[in-house]
């Protein structure tokens, strides 16, 4: 992308092209992240941020290379860890818009124990996982969203495991913001991830994203995604009630909770030489 | 000479007894008197109520060295407290302090030789409405070194909120009951200048404020947890952030991140907690994202045992990162140098853009103690090289000659780019070829291979044809060892190492010139200093090693007597 | 019809990010077609500009105004294969271009002032004329083989 010296004082205001970077993704064509990352961009537009304040945070997968695709700040950790860095980013410069994009092995299986932590913190966050139901960069594990029947290597005849049910963990550890989108309609992901921004504390958002390669049958998915047929709600147990009859694919917002976001203490701003009369005899 | 330079006592009770608050005020009235102290603790398994024993040298030369032996053992009761015989060494020359009304001492204790003044303590206690025993026993503690009543009183009023007046008085009783005992009195004190009482701890969060820190990730582990205690309410004060972790795994990460985002970053933890963290510190060396761990090292392996020390995470502190990940190890070698110590890793990190280990350790974390003001390591390290806004064509890893590249912070516009535990080529694109690989691996060592550290890599002192080579806590008692030995007629040098990665073998090279015969120093079980000294130095002439596992620290008798035996020292 | 230019955009980005996937994916003859395809709908859209005497870009919809999922003429992400066939490419051009032509009938049909009627029916003729060239095109393209997706090789790790 070719960098706009801009005349100063006149900032255009980034379109979504801007926030796609020249590096070409590897993934397979008909992945559904292609998608995931044009909503993101359009997203980002809408919202009026500018690159450099925005960072995009990942661990390891396929969808975790998101970040070299955006000119936004990124940062591609380890396998499962987005989340803390994400937190500390964001305590450490809450001026900055923080995204964190993981896929349903890194974001439910190793980073689990962050997922809860990260919703029962609630940093003001949007956390886009793009769950295919498979470990795709490893060439096809079962992961905790896949169907306890679905036949691997690793697993022959499946895992015999219930599914992890992501919208339901994330209400139960106090995700401030939750929704459900699918990778086949772009800009209905790109409305939710600007909704979500705009949502103070954590926002959640699992997108259905089908892999083309380890998954083909998910085609069908397009034709089982429904708009969920209620209004969003801010009462937990509303949401919970209708968690219990969802189908996994219901699009749209879920819950829309009033917590505070997360504000670590601090603000006062004396000298460091100040602290020493505790240790003066 | 009618007076001693240097009295340690030891107090001993179980729970409820109140051992340590009467320490912490021994120790308090010590350091208002003007004297140099220090203070370690041991107590048994039990959260409350277990048996446990302060331990404290007062001096009158500055030092966190154990002694030899101690004069004074005063116990309160004697439940469990033979326990701690290891930890509490008497000779002839020793006076053990009890009450009769709790028994005779255990044999483990007056095995040594050392004589026994039965004193009423709880009786002398219950002369006072509210008072308590532990009271007592200071007033006698005190008088048997030889501190004013001023000095003491002046402690208690500090220290005390309710029940002062009665404290006070048992106090009295205590010491006026003392002046029937032969004492230990201390030689006067040297003159009034500033000192602190501070932990190792303490010294180590401050150093971090210092060396700019102003983000902390938080996990609770033994024995560092008090280090984060205290970097809570000090970064609040001075507009930093800390954030408590679910795990170690988190809070390595959190610290990444906010590095990430332009703020100096640290988290603190012990060995398991370190082990956790490693994977992560190789995203910090791999992305070249500063961040400072202070491993306050206890004895391992696995859970070990958490409460006591032991210089046993070398290895991994060095040599446990996948794939070849160079980065910086520190070893504060004083409890003084905690702090500059931390100071100077945060400096490293930051300048060289690299995770830095600061290798503190249990017994001097948590030892609490008079020091001279902790110098500042100040200016000693630049800040991190940072990219301007409106750079063209920014490249993250540029092939620099010094290594270091200028690192965007976000918000700085036209400066994007992405950070990446991936290999990747200059701009920080992920690359697969070996070219690129081979590339940022050179960068990344030359960065650390440049490095000029000064004098500050090392604390060298003495002369002769014998040299001590040792780190961390074990300085303290070395360096009365040679003391002795000096003052014996021979001539020894102790080169403490501060800077153990990147190795400075030429500089050990020079510090060790001369050299015939090498004692290395050590706190662990297998030798790891030995094998590291080994692995990147050249040692001249005989090599010995004097190392044991944790938890009893080295005297400096052993010491000395090691010297003595091999070389007529 | 600012609907329309944004359409005729959205087609153009969407054909040149197709064209850049299977140039990554080494499948150049098919990339070729999605950047020919991607130049004829920005003259599209040129078009539209020149039609509606409109001097500059005018202010676009919110991307997520469309009734379906995407624009009409925009073809889906998941429409892709790394080993497609120009026959596969050109098929889904044919959908967008028929859904395209629809979309101007529809705008005609729906009484709206004359100069946008004029111009609808104006770019529905258009369309019509493209659908048909590319059955033309069709025609000359070989059927894919049964089997053209077939890869001897698994799926690599890339990561």
Redesign the interface.
Known sequence: ME?R?NAPGVLAAPA??DFKSA??????????D??VL?AIT?ALA?LGL????V???SG?GCSSRI??YT????????H??A???????????P??TVLVTSGDGDGYSIGG??F??ACRRNVDLTYIVMDNHVYG????QPSPTTEPDWSSKLAPGGTGLREFHPLVIALASGANFIARAF??????V??LIAEAVRHPGFSFIEVLS?C???RPEQ?EW?TRVHPAPVEPTDDPGRAARRLMTDDGFNIGVLYKGSRAPYR?????????E???CQ??? | MDGNASVSVALAGSGGAGVMTAGNMLLEAA??AGYYGLMTRTAGPQIRGGEAAAMLRISTFPGDGQDDRFQVLAAIDWQNVGRFAAELPLGPGSLIVGDPAQGEPPEVFTRSGARYAPVPLKALAREVPGAWPNMVALGVLAALIGLSAEALEAAARKAMKKGLEAGIAAAQRGFAHAAQLQGYPLLPPPGKA?????TGN?AAG?GA??GGV??V?AYPITPATELLEWL?P??????????Q???E???I???????????P?LTATSGPGLALMI??LG?GVA?EVPVVVVDVMRTGPSTGIATKSEQADLGIALYGLHGDAPHVVVAPNSLADCLAATEWAVGLAESLQVPAIVLADQYLGQARG?VDVPKSNAGSAAPRLSAEA?T?AYKRYALTPSGVSPM?I?????????????EHSES???SAQASDHLAQMDKRARKLAQLDPGDAWASIEGDGETALVTFGSCTGPAREALARARAAGAAVRLVSLRLLAPAQPQRLKRALQGVKRVLVLEQNHSGQFLRYLRAEYDLPGEVKSLRRPGPLPFRPAEIHEALEQWSGA | MARAYAMELEAT?RYA??A??????NNREVAQMFRKLAEVEALHAKRILEEMRWPSMPALP???A?KS??GPETA???????L?QPFHALEIALRCEQQAQKYFEDIAASKPPEKVRAAALEMAEEEREHVRLIREWLKRVPQPKPGWDEDPD??????
């Open positions: 960098r010296m979504a092209k590096t070409k993704p590897v993934w397979c064509p008909g992945c559904g292609y998608s044009s359009k809408t500018r690159p450099e304040n960072a995009v945070v390891i970040p070299a000119t936004c700040y990124g940062f591609h950790g380890v499962g860890r989340l803390p860095v994400a937190t500390g980013l964001k305590a450490a410069r001026d900055l124990n962050h809860l932590h960069m490893t060439k096809g990778s086949g309609d772009p800009n209905g790109a409305a089908p083309v390669t380890f085609r397009k670590p203490a601090g603000g006062s701003a004396q000298r460091i100040d602290l020493e240790f003066r005899l | 350091a208002l500033p000192r602190w009482l501070i303490e401050y404020l210092r102003r983000f990730a809570s000090a970064l609040a004060k001075v507009g930093g952030t800390l954030v972790a679910e795990d795994l988190a809070s990460n959190m610290a990444l991140g906010a590095s990430f985002g332009g703020v970053s994977e992560s995203l992305a008079v409106g063209t965007a976000p918000g700085t516009a036209g400066a994007t780019y992405t950070a990446d535990g991936l920080g694109t992920p | 980005e990010q197709f850049d996937q299977l140039d990554t994916h919110p991307a997520y469309w999922a995407e889906p992400f998941d429409s892709m294969h790394y497609m698994p799926p690599r790790t890339i990561g």
